[in-house]
C-alpha cells in the first residue's frame, strides 16, 4: 500500500479519542476517516481535529469505502457486531481488548476470520508493546538467569467508576494478565483460583476486593495478580520474575526523583493513559506498518483473545465460588502459528 493507511475508528468514547489523536498527530502511514459513533454529537467532536466523516453504524462507513483498516474501540459487549463486518468486507482490524466478552462469541469470531486468507485481527493488549516486558520476554527466553519459576505481579488502580462490576475484577482488569504472562513465559493458562485478603474499606461498597489471583501455566510457572482497584495513590503495574539463578523487576516507579525536607519521592503514574502511552503508540505504529506491509496483524491475534477469554471465563468461577478451576486452553491451529 503506498498511500496512507485510511482508519475507521470505531467508538468515540475514551479510547476512542485518544486512539484518533494518536493516529493524528504522532502515527506515521495512516488517517482517519471515519469515526462510528451512534452518539453523532460525540463523533463529531472528536472528529474535529481530523476531517474525518461521521457514520452512526459500521456498515454505512464500509459502504462508503472510506476505510481500509478498522480500529474498534467501543465496549467489548459491542465488538462482535463489528468484528463480524468488517471481516466479511476483508478488513483488518484492530480490535481493543477484550476480543469480545465471552469465549462463544469469540469461537464465533474465529470461525468466520478462518474464511480468510490469513489472520485480519490483531487485539490491542499493548502491554506486549512496553519496552520492559519485551526485555522480560527476551531474558525469560534466552534462560541467562536460568528456568522461570513465577511470576508476582501487581496491578494496582486508584480507584475506578460506578460502573465497574466484581466480574470486571478478571474481565477489564486481570484480562491484561492473562494475555501477557502466557506470552512473557511461553506457556497457556492451565488452573485458576481467587483469593480474598481482608477487604479495603475505601473500595465501592459493590466491590468485594483486593483479590490475589494465582494461575498456573502449563509449563508450571505459577502466577499471582495482586489485583487491587481502590488503592487512591496511584496507578502501578509491576512483575517480578523470580528464576533459578536470580530476579528481574519491570514496572518500577522511573519519575522524578526528589530528596526534599527528610524525605525522598518518586513521581508515579496515575492512570494506564500515561503508564502506557508508549506502549499504545508502538502498538498503532507496528499495526500500520504490518497494514501497510500487506502482513496484517503483528502482535496478538484473536487466537490470543480466544484463550484469554476461556481463562477470564475460569476466573469468573473462582472469583464466585473459590475453587481452582481448571481451564482447557486448546492447541493453537496453523492457522494462527506465524
Ligand atoms: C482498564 O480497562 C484497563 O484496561 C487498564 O489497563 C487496567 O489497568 C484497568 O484495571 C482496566 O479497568
Known amino acids: 500500500m503506498t498511500h496512507q493507511v485510511r482508519i475507521g ?25 471515519a469515526i462510528v459513533e451512534p452518539d453523532t454529537e460525540r463523533g463529531s467532536a472528536v472528529a474535529a481535529e481530523t476531517g474525518a466523516r461521521v457514520f452512526p453504524r459500521v456498515e454505512d462507513a464500509l459502504d462508503a469505502g472510506l476505510v481500509d483498516a478498522v480500529l474498534v ?73 536460568g528456568e522461570l519459576l513465577m511470576l508476582r505481579c501487581v496491578h494496582r488502580n486508584p480507584s475506578v467508576p460506578d460502573s ?4 470486571m475484577l478478571i474481565n477489564d482488569s486481570v484480562v491484561h494478565e492473562f494475555d501477557v504472562a502466557p506470552w512473557l513465559a511461553g506457556a497457556a493458562v492451565r488452573s485458576v483460583e481467587v483469593r480474598h485478603p481482608r477487604r479495603n474499606g475505601r473500595s465501592p461498597r459493590h466491590l468485594r476486593e483486593p483479590i490475589l489471583v494465582l494461575f498456573e501455566l502449563e509449563n508450571d510457572v505459577l502466577v499471582d495478580v495482586e489485583m487491587n482497584v481502590s488503592v487512591g495513590f496511584g496507578y502501578q503495574v509491576a512483575t517480578q520474575a523470580v528464576f533459578e539463578n ?26 494506564f493513559a500515561t503508564r502506557f502511552a508508549d506502549a499504545y503508540d508502538t502498538q498503532l505504529q507496528r499495526w500500520v506498518d504490518a497494514v501497510r506491509a500487506g502482513v496484517l496483524v503483528d502482535g496478538p491475534s484473536a487466537w490470543d483473545g480466544y484463550l484469554v477469554a476461556l481463562a477470564c471465563e475460569a476466573g469468573v468461577i ?21
Open 318 to 338: 473462582a472469583l464466585e465460588q473459590g475453587d481452582r478451576i481448571a481451564v482447557a486452553s486448546p492447541d493453537r491451529p496453523a492457522f494462527y502459528r506465524t
Open 73 to 145: 474501540a467501543t465496549p467489548g459487549r459491542f465488538h462482535e457486531q463489528v468484528l463480524l463486518p468488517a471481516l466479511d468486507a476483508g478488513l483488518p482490524v484492530l480490535c481493543e481488548k477484550p476480543l469480545t466478552p465471552d469465549s462463544a462469541s469469540a469461537l464465533r469470531i474465529l470461525e468466520r476470520e478462518q474464511q480468510l486468507d490469513r489472520p485480519h485481527i490483531q487485539v490491542g493488549f499493548m502491554r506486549r508493546f512496553d519496552r520492559e516486558y519485551a526485555e522480560l520476554r527476551e531474558l525469560i527466553a534466552s534462560k541467562d538467569a
Open 9 to 33: 475508528v470505531v467508538g468515540a468514547g475514551l479510547m476512542g479519542a485518544d486512539h484518533v489523536s494518536r493516529i493524528t498527530h504522532r502515527i506515521v502511514g495512516a488517517e482517519v476517516t
Open 246 to 271: 536470580g530476579l528481574a523487576r519491570i514496572g518500577e516507579p522511573r519519575g522524578l526523583q526528589q530528596w526534599r525536607d527528610g524525605s525522598f519521592r518518586v513521581a508515579d503514574h496515575t492512570s
Open 164 to 167: 465497574y462490576t466484581q466480574q
